[in-house]
């Protein structure tokens, strides 16, 4: 995380997002955990596919 | 028929959301929908949940205007809903701690119910909901969306900043919060709040994941990549959402004030000539109210309310004071009183000595105090010796202030003579030269017409009924 971006466009909303995950009981902190296992093995949260509603996994 | 746009006048604090607009038409509160907004207000208007919370009071009354088709459509929206006018509109830095709390405690609860349904709340701003007396009701139905599958809660870190924090603020460190949401619109963010915590708030219901987390993680700056695909790759769940909306529940229902000790919640009923004044001072009201017939009456240090209860009788009240304590009492008590009158009565945390001011975009998001309403009464009981001494206004301002109000003014004098005044001098020099009846009569004159004068039985203050000389 030390080589941000220009802030101003991104969202810092997007922290309070993820953390809805923490506070969802039991099942959100595995949600939790498994996006930031994606962020540390993929270095980002995965980007969706550009044909659709789709994400990658 | 065909309209112009510039028939449409949007209000000003309504342009956040694109989807649909608030206007007024001929005297009625009306939101433009544009065709997706216009869709879920016509299948809202049949889902049972909605229905239910019109008919209970949680949301505004709502009802389809085809006759307005035409008008919203000549400014590129789609159909047009009805909404019931609220009396009076507030801001949540003008509430007291248990307002805030049940503004709170309604929006969690109609997202449960709108959750239950398969629908969600697209936002949590404190200003989607108004009071109608000591009541909360719901007012932005443009703000109800469906629930999308794997969707998150786009108004979680709104409602801490509008909602949570204030009341942790109140709660558990004693602070008044209108200061800080009046200072920012917003509300208050989660980095900043986390750094209010002490070490006995970490154990605190919510303090580690609603506030350290929230904060910590808000602190370290925008996260990177598409969060809200990523959760909803990673299993997120509409279950989720109502599990954290629960939890804030459980945190909001446990809350309780903390406040300063206040000496105005038994002002009344602990100074004897004050409470001998009191039957004249009922009549008088009740008889300058009779004669008047207000529509709307301002109490301005409205104490516990006796007055505004009176004027309640003939129309809506706001019933102010600076004094958070007294305001949280009088709320609580209205909303137990089964009486029609307590329910015109809308509490509020009001300086007349700093009232709100106009803020938000151009200064016309959020009206300032003066201009979002216009009484036709002003009761002013012995108030005004405190914005003289405590407040250090001038007479003759606070006299034009309130002539430029156009209401009809019971105003009751205090001389210096009188045991409170006295006390209140008590520790500071007396360079109030303008705190004499004679001088208050003297300005009087261009200003206002004395009515009716009433000497108390406790000879060191009197009633006038005022009314404004125009032209």
Redesign the interface.
Same mark, same amino acid.
Request: charge should be neutral; proline fraction near 8%.
């Given at each position: 995380m030390s080589m941000l971006p220009v802030f101003a466009y991104l969202d810092p909303g997007a922290s309070s997002l993820l953390l809805q995950a923490f506070v969802g009981g039991f099942a959100g902190l595995l949600v939790f955990a498994r996006h930031f296992y994606r962020v540390f093995r993929y270095g980002r949260a995965p980007q969706p596919h550009t044909d659709g509603n789709q994400v990658c996994n | 028929m065909q309209l112009s746009t510039c028939n449409l006048k949007f209000q000003p604090g309504s342009f956040r959301d694109r989807s649909c607009r608030v206007f007024e038409w001929q005297g009625e509160v009306c939101r433009a929908l544009n065709s997706e907004s216009a869709d879920y207000h016509r299948r809202l208007l049949q889902m049972p949940f909605f229905t239910q919370a019109l008919e209970r009071g949680q949301i505004i009354d709502t009802v389809p205007a085809p006759d307005l088709t035409a008008l919203v459509q000549s400014a590129g929206y789609a159909a047009a809903v009805r909404h019931v006018r609220v009396p009076v509109l507030s801001w949540p830095w003008e509430w007291c701690f248990s307002m805030l709390r049940d503004a709170a405690l309604l929006q969690l609860r109609l997202m449960q119910q709108a959750l239950a349904a398969g629908w969600i709340f697209s936002d949590a701003s404190a200003f989607n909901i108004q009071f109608i007396g000591p009541h909360p009701v719901f007012i932005d139905t443009g703000s109800l969306v469906p629930l999308q599958p794997g969707a /998150?809660?786009?108004g979680? !870190?709104q409602f801490?900043q509008q909602f949570l924090y204030p009341l942790m603020l109140q709660a558990w460190k004693g602070v008044d919060f209108q200061p800080w949401l009046r200072g920012r619109i917003e509300g208050i963010p *989660?980095e900043q709040f986390s750094g209010l915590l002490s070490l006995r708030d970490y154990f605190r219901p919510g303090a580690f &994941?609603?506030v350290w987390?929230?904060g910590l993680?808000?602190g !370290?700056? *925008? /996260?990177? =990549? *598409? /969060? !809200?695909?990523?959760?909803? &790759? &990673? =299993?997120?769940?509409a279950?989720?959402?109502l599990?954290?909306v629960r =939890?804030l529940e459980r945190i909001v229902q446990g809350m309780q004030p903390r406040f300063q000790h206040s000496a105005w919640t038994s002002y009344i009923s602990s100074e004897p000539h004050v409470q001998s004044d009191q039957p004249v001072k009922m009549s008088f009201v009740h008889a300058t109210c009779q004669a008047v017939k207000p529509s709307l009456t301002w109490d301005l240090g409205c104490n516990r309310g006796l007055y505004s209860r009176i004027a309640a009788e003939f129309g809506q009240v706001m019933a102010l004071d600076a004094d958070q304590p007294t305001i949280d009492a009088v709320y609580r008590e209205l909303q137990q009183e089964p009486a029609v009158a307590s329910s015109r009565i809308l509490p509020l945390v009001q300086q007349v000595a700093d009232p709100s001011p106009n803020q938000g975009w151009r200064g016309l998001e959020r009206a300032g105090f003066d201009s979002r309403s216009r009484p036709q009464l002003i009761l002013a009981l012995a108030v005004v010796h405190h914005l003289v001494i405590t407040g250090g206004l001038q007479l003759a301002d606070i006299l034009d202030w309130l002539h430029a109000r156009g209401a009809d003014v019971v105003l009751e004098w205090v001389d210096p003579e009188d045991p409170l005044v006295r006390r209140l001098l008590l520790n500071r020099r007396n360079v109030f030269s303008d705190l004499r009846q004679d001088v208050f009569l003297n300005l009087l004159e261009g200003r206002f017409r004395i009515v009716q004068r009433q000497p108390l039985p406790s000879a060191s203050r009197c009633l006038y009924w005022l009314e404004p000389i125009t032209g």
């Open positions: - | /998150v809660w786009e979680y !870190r801490c *989660p &994941s609603h987390l929230h993680m808000a !370290r700056g *925008p /996260v990177q =990549g *598409p /969060v !809200r695909e990523s959760l909803e &790759s &990673s =299993g997120f769940k279950e989720m959402i599990h954290n =939890g």
